[in-house]
Structures are given as C-alpha cells and as structure tokens.
C-alpha cells in the first residue's frame, strides 16, 4: 500500500521538474538536431539552455535534500553485494522469465541501478551541454570527446539513453509497484483512495 511517506510532496516536486525538464530538454533537442520547421530555432535554444539549468539545479537539489532532506532517503539507493547479486534474478523477472525476486529495500537492484546510473548520465549530458554552448570554457572536453561534431553526436545519442531509460523506468514502475506512480504523480494515497470511495458507494446507498 502506497503511504505519502513513500514519495512526500518535495521529492514529488523535484520529480515533476525533473519530468517537465527532460521533456522540454528532449522535444528542443530534437529540433535543434533537426528542425522540423523553419523559423523556431532562437526560441528552441533558449529553451534548452533555460532547463538545462532548471534540470541541472534540479538534481543538485535533489541530491542534496537525498541526505540533508526531513525525508532523507539517500540509503535506500545504495547498491552493495546483495544487489549485485540479485540483479540477475531482477533482469530475468522483468523479462518474464524469472519468478519475483525478493526485495532488499524500497527499491528492487535493478531500479536502484538505473536510479544511481541516470544521475550520472544526466551530469555527463549536462557537462557535454555546457562544452557545446561554450567550448573555449570547456576545451578539453571538446578535445577529449574528439572534437565539437563528436561532442554534438555524444550529446544526441545520450538523449537516446535517456529517452530509453524514461521508457525502461515507466514499465518498472508501472509492473512492480503502480500504486506508488499514482502517488508519486498524482499524490494519491492508496488507502485514502478506497476510503473515498467507500465513504461515496456509503452515501450513495444512503440515498436509495
């Protein structure tokens, strides 16, 4: 059963900006890749740099509030030996091949993997953003990368990542625990749920 607990209103927020974000970062990125129609190109630049900085202030804030936080949860990503050890077992579960593995936390391995691994991505997209909008500031990441057009393609392909992960986190959610996505988007309470609507089916009988 889902509990605000769980997902308290601030990481509730920090995940929606995170949302709104990525989905900004994604749509402009694609069109300053590619554009789609003429004319837009000043505006969807200023986009992407605007949440680039939201998205990465974001995360830093989130990380923070991760260990400094009233609702702490820094813990519950941590990834030992009893993670790596189930993380197979994890892997055959979601690919319907595997019976449910047990639990080591709030968050199965795998989740907490990809959790740790899109924090890391998003930093390394952020600093590739950074060396593309100023490249004299950040020449050695241009350099190392093997130039702006390697550095531009690293940029899109780890949008790729990203977008492939958005999918990849939907469908854990959504299968091991979709009572927690309506509280995490929505702040709706299981529990709170079915009282509401026993508290209705109630008046409604009340009324025959």
């Known amino acids: 059963m889902a509990h605000s607990a769980d997902h308290p209103r601030t990481t509730r927020v920090y995940h929606w900006i995170n949302l709104v974000s990525m989905a900004v970062l994604i749509l402009t990125g694609f069109y300053i890749h590619r554009p789609f129609a003429p004319g837009y190109m000043f505006e969807a630049r200023l986009l992407h740099f605007i949440f680039m900085y939201v998205l990465f ?20 990503f941590s990834f030992g030996i009893k993670d790596i050890k189930a993380l197979w077992e994890v892997v055959k579960y979601y690919a319907f091949i595997g019976p449910h593995p047990q639990k080591s936390g709030k968050y199965n391995a795998l989740q907490k993997l990809s959790y740790l691994g899109i924090v890391v991505i998003i930093l390394f ?25 390697a550095l531009r393609m690293t940029h899109y392909l780890v949008m790729w990542i990203i977008i492939a992960f958005t999918i990849i986190h939907v469908y854990m959610a959504s299968t091991e625990t979709p009572e927690q996505v309506k509280l995490m988007l929505f702040g709706i309470e299981e529990g709170k749920e079915h009282a509401g609507q026993e508290k209705v089916a109630g008046i409604s009988s009340g009324h025959r």
């Open 57 to 76: 202030f974001n995360l830093l804030g989130r990380i923070i509030y991760a260990f400094l936080g009233r609702y702490a949860d820094a813990g519950q």
């Open 125 to 149: 997209q952020a600093v590739t953003g950074f060396a593309l909008y100023r490249p004299e500031l950040f020449s050695s990441v241009v350099t190392t990368l093997g130039g702006l057009h």
